[in-house]
T-cell receptor
Framework: GAVVSQHPSRVICKSGTSVKIECRSLDFQATTMFWYRQFPKKSLMLMATSNEGSKATYEQGVEKDKFLINHASLTLSTLTVTSAHPEDSSFYIC????????????FGEGSRLTVL | EDKVVQSPLSLVVHEGDTVTLNCSYE??????LLWYKQEKKAPTFLFMLTSSGIEKKSGRLSSILDKKELFSILNITATQTGDSAIYLC??????????????FGKGTHLIIQP
């Protein structure tokens, strides 16, 4: 149980286009979803926290107009990279929480974005 | 389908004890195994392991990978209450164009009691 799926796993796009990445909790309702970006030395940076039905909370330094996050239902959150540039190329990962006090998170498989 | 299994799922020990956390995996096109400490805003990177038998060490934490038996362990010696966290194991796989997949285990919830 507690599976989180991301789609697409890889995407290549031209500079200036927008790309949408989906994060779905397949067998549970996720009250909160998180979006991360992985950097070359494997560190994960939290970009934003997304709660169903409300606006996402962005971390300092993350442009909310560039990285649009929508959490329209308890099983789906989307990250849209708008007007993508080569420096946006990265590995984006989502995680989902069922709630509760343990802080347990379930991670997606990640999405590799390459902007040409 | 790639799979990462961590054990135990939870562990409660007393301060000063030594703990060993386990991570076994089944992935195609293994690239590396990563350990993270999940706390606060994002998992904190601990180690990346790519070669068997070479121990990586950072202070009281150490980790080693066995690519033949497909597992890794994370050791924490002289545990402190600040070590309480969820420890995540993740495996990177690739399809030739760079790391393309990251599969996380469910984590081990470690609680250190004073």
């Amino acid at each position: 149980g507690a599976v989180v799926s991301q789609h697409p796993s890889r995407v290549i796009c031209k500079s200036g286009t927008s790309v949408k990445i989906e994060c779905r909790s397949l067998d549970f309702q996720a009250t909160t979803m998180f979006w991360y970006r992985q950097f070359p030395k494997k560190s994960l940076m939290l970009m934003a926290t997304s709660n169903e039905g409300s606006k996402a909370t962005y971390e300092q330094g993350v442009e909310k107009d560039k990285f649009l996050i929508n959490h329209a239902s308890l099983t789906l959150s989307t990250l849209t990279v708008t007007s993508a540039h080569p420096e946006d190329s990265s590995f984006y990962i989502c995680s989902a929480s069922r709630g509760g006090s343990t802080g347990e998170l379930f991670f997606g498989e990640g999405s590799r974005l390459t902007v040409l | 389908e790639d799979k990462v299994v961590q054990s135990p799922l939870s562990l409660v020990v007393h301060e000063g004890d030594t703990v060993t956390l386990n991570c076994s995996y089944e992935v195609t096109n293994f690239r590396s195994l990563l350990w993270y400490k999940q706390e606060k805003k994002a998992p904190t990177f601990l180690f990346m392991l790519t070669s068997s038998g070479i121990e990586k060490k950072s202070g009281r934490l150490s980790s080693i990978l066995d690519k033949k038996e497909l597992f890794s362990i994370l050791n924490i010696t002289a545990t402190q209450t600040g070590d309480s966290a969820i420890y995540l194991c993740a495996v990177e796989s690739y399809s030739g164009g760079g790391a393309d997949g990251l599969t996380f285990g469910k984590g081990t919830h470690l609680i250190i009691q004073p």
